[in-house]
């Protein structure tokens, strides 16, 4: 196949317009990265785009319109929370995942009775689309798994011969895909981060956003296909949940911790390996600058895939805001291979898990207060977010699942009675739940037991006592030498 190279021009426009309605493949600029459209309500059109990006058919694509008022077309859903995001975030880097019209193929959406839809601020994007009169199919303009295209160029690279035409305009300046926000529940959950963080969109919308918890843990890594290794009826509401994304060539490895400790480390590796023989990039940005790690990660990627380099290394930044959305990529693109160097006393800041069930609400809420007068520590809170009854395994497992994968170093769980939901984050492999009532149990349960979440009871425990207990736990040592034989039994059982 021949594919055209064609500009921003109207007249250009105009023909890659065409080519999509004739159930063709254009390659597009958007603000976020390059996309590879299809007409989304054409099966046969939207099939070659899984056919050239090589891409597995359950994933679902995102639907790109021009016009606020196109949303009518695709979905039956409009509730007041979706109007105040449209108003707020479109055009712009923002999805919303929402039931889907029967005009809409399942194809389209990787299977599911829901579609994927955004508005994209990028005029050239809104252009074709407008040009077209159809709504596009576009995931990134890239073969499946390799880093998105953030210019033209990575798009010539990966696609040529493979689709009709490309369009070549500005480097894409988010550099990361667009937030993916699931509307379809009570509450609104990220299903991809993006630019647009949880913590923006709450603002939005006046109440709380929160992550779809797969983005909390550490998901294991298939050995043979590099996959996140899900269950085979898994059916992915957004693209990147299921499969491998963003691989560069290279080996990559990522250093988390103190960033002095990390920058030493990734010195005397890089020292290491050039004695070796080996060609090594390292991808270092500062904690101020996220946004520009963003923009320029995938394209950093690409170069060292042109440049032929051996190994990256990078130094990872804090998982908050827009850190967060870029280390997603980050670690999906090393395969989760991290090097923690997280050990007490670096010099790092805690990150405490904490979640609670409605009975243990108040409680955590207050030890949430206390807990930010220290400057040693981050909270990051898992929910409940009021005291309506919700149901404490769901809490007590997610808290656990967070600690479980590193993306907190401890955790801290309320219930009524802390029972209950320490028995739900006992059920994740790898997690010491203790229920501590005095401060003498918090001191040996971190002595003896290493517990590496702490359970307390919402309505048996006053404030002053949980504070007490909290402290006691986060500055008590693990004794170690035949307590460490015990803990490893327990972790393996």
């Known amino acids: 196949m021949e594919t055209k190279i064609l500009t921003t021009s109207e007249n250009d426009i105009k023909e890659a317009a065409e080519i999509l309605k004739s159930g063709g493949l254009v390659a597009f600029p958007t603000e976020t990265v390059y996309g590879l459209g299809a007409n989304a309500l054409d099966p046969e059109a939207v099939a070659k785009v899984y056919a050239a990006k090589g891409r597995p058919s359950d994933n679902p694509m995102i639907v790109h319109i021009s016009h606020k008022d196109d949303m009518a077309k695709l979905t039956d859903l409009m509730t007041s929370d979706m109007e105040k995001l449209m108003e707020a975030c479109w055009p712009g880097p923002l999805t919303m995942v929402v039931p889907a019209k029967d005009i809409i193929p399942r194809v389209t959406t990787g299977g599911l009775d829901t579609v994927a839809v955004r508005m994209p601020s990028s005029e050239t994007a809104r252009a074709l689309i407008s040009a077209c009169g159809l709504p596009i199919a576009a995931p990134s303009a890239n073969l499946s798994g390799h880093p998105s295209p953030t210019t033209a160029r990575h798009c010539m690279d990966d696609l040529m011969g493979r689709v009709e035409a490309i369009v070549c305009g500005d480097d894409c300046q988010v550099g990361i895909e667009s937030t993916v926000i699931d509307m379809t529940g009570e509450t ?87 004695s070796q023989g080996k060609s090594v990039e390292v991808i270092d940005y500062s904690s101020d600058e996220p946004e520009k790690a963003a923009r320029e990660f995938f394209a950093r990627l690409r170069d060292c895939d042109k440049k032929g380099t051996d190994v990256i290394l990078a130094a990872a930044l804090k998982e908050s805001g827009v850190g967060f959305s870029v280390m997603n990529r980050m670690f999906k693109s090393a395969g989760y291979n991290i090097i923690d160097l997280n050990e007490k006393g670096s010099g790092r800041t805690m990150i405490i898990a904490i979640a609670s069930d409605h009975g243990g609400y108040a409680l955590k809420e207050e030890i949430k207060k206390h807990l930010a007068e220290r400057d040693d520590i981050e909270v990051m809170d898992l929910g409940t977010y009021s005291e309506e009854s919700v149901d404490y395994p769901v809490y007590g497992k997610l808290c656990g699942e967070t600690v479980a994968s590193g993306k907190a170093d401890l955790g801290i769980v309320c219930c009524g009675t802390g029972i209950g939901i320490s028995i739900a984050a006992n059920k994740v492999k790898g997690i010491r739940c203790g229920l501590c009532t005095s401060v ?30 909290v402290d006691e736990w986060l500055d008590t040592d693990f004794a170690g030498g035949r307590h460490k034989r015990r803990t490893d039994m327990l972790d393996e059982m």
């Open 440 to 469: 003498e149990m918090a001191h040996l349960t971190k002595e003896h037991n290493n517990a590496n979440i702490l359970a307390l009871g919402g309505r048996t425990t006053e404030p002053e006592l949980a504070f007490a207990i």
């Open 188 to 274: 609104p959950m990220i299903l991809r981060p993006g630019i647009l963080t949880a913590e923006k969109l709450s603002e939005i919308l006046g109440k709380k956003v929160v992550p779809d918890p797969a983005l909390l843990r550490r998901p294991e890594i298939s050995k043979t296909t590099g996959d996140p290794v899900t269950d085979a009826d898994f059916k992915p509401k957004s693209p990147g949940m299921k499969y491998k994304h963003y691989a560069p060539k290279a080996e990559m490895t990522i250093y988390r911790g103190d960033i002095n400790a990390v920058r030493e480390a990734i010195e005397a590796r890089c020292r290491e390996l050039v």
